[in-house]
């Protein structure tokens, strides 16, 4: 088992790719912290702690990881998933609410995680770190303004990080999901739009694979890059995108 005994704080963990990451890095052995704002049916185990919090709060931060640690004794690594779409919406008519909700969700919730993840890294001399960003960052698609300035900042943040915590044995990187079939993609349509005929008409066409990326594909990079077989791997960007970014 590639992550056997370790354990990891994952975001976001009730949405389609957060589930999908949850349920491979338990197939992997690991213990896993499953945090989302609801986690109503998830069942506590002796390897599943799932855990409710708000991540741009603080206070709801800490207590996810001390309370991870207090269950598991350790925390060997932190899957940022947790993020918000945008609608597409000229920049004009982008709201300052909007935007700073956008921010928080996309760019301040990972700075909090990821720096009350680090003192228990640290302690152990050991770690691993990976953020979910996007691949609009690389092609931005029109509309998505706020949406793609919260993934750059968040992918500034994780190559800053890598450098600075590379000396403590701590590995930090990023993937930029393609365009993915969960219920997320369809809130980045414009408002009038029709959800399933701008999946096929504009997201999956875009992909020169040919495809939508599932929720696996992007699971199973997160396994990749949080096992010993990528310890020598950080500071990247990896795009699980099917060519998206070419």
């Known amino acids: 088992m590639r992550l056997e005994n370790e354990v990891f704080v994952v975001t976001g963990a009730q949405g389609g790719m957060g589930k999908e990451t949850v349920k491979r890095f338990l197939e992997e052995g690991a213990f896993v912290a499953a945090v989302d704002l609801n986690v109503d049916g998830v069942e506590e185990t002796d390897r599943l702690l799932p855990i409710a919090a708000d991540l741009t709060k603080e206070e709801d931060v800490a207590k996810v990881f001390s309370a991870a640690f207090e269950k598991f004794d350790r925390i060997d690594g932190l899957v940022n998933i947790a993020g918000i779409a945008q609608p597409a919406t000229p920049i004009e008519e982008v709201s300052l609410a909007d935007w700073e909700k956008i921010m928080r969700v996309n760019a301040t919730a990972p700075f ?36 793609i300035a919260s993934k750059g900042a968040a992918v500034s943040l994780s190559q800053a990080l890598a450098i600075e915590l590379a000396e403590y044995g701590i590995r930090v990187n990023v993937v930029n999901p393609g365009p993915a079939d969960t219920s997320m993609l369809g809130q980045f349509t414009a408002k009038d739009a029709n959800i399933e005929d701008t999946k096929d008409s504009i997201f999956k066409k875009s992909v020169p694979l040919g495809r939508l990326i599932n929720p696996n594909d992007i699971a199973n990079s997160l396994v990749y890059l949080c096992s010993k077989e990528a310890a020598i791997v950080t500071g990247s960007i990896f795009n699980v995108d099917g060519g998206r970014g070419i």
Not at 124 to 147: D, E, H, K
């Open 112 to 147: 909090l995680t990821c720096r009350a993840a680090v003192p228990y890294l640290k302690k152990q001399g050991n770690g691993v770190i990976v953020n979910i960003a996007s691949i609009s960052m690389v092609r931005p698609r029109p509309g998505l303004n706020a949406y």
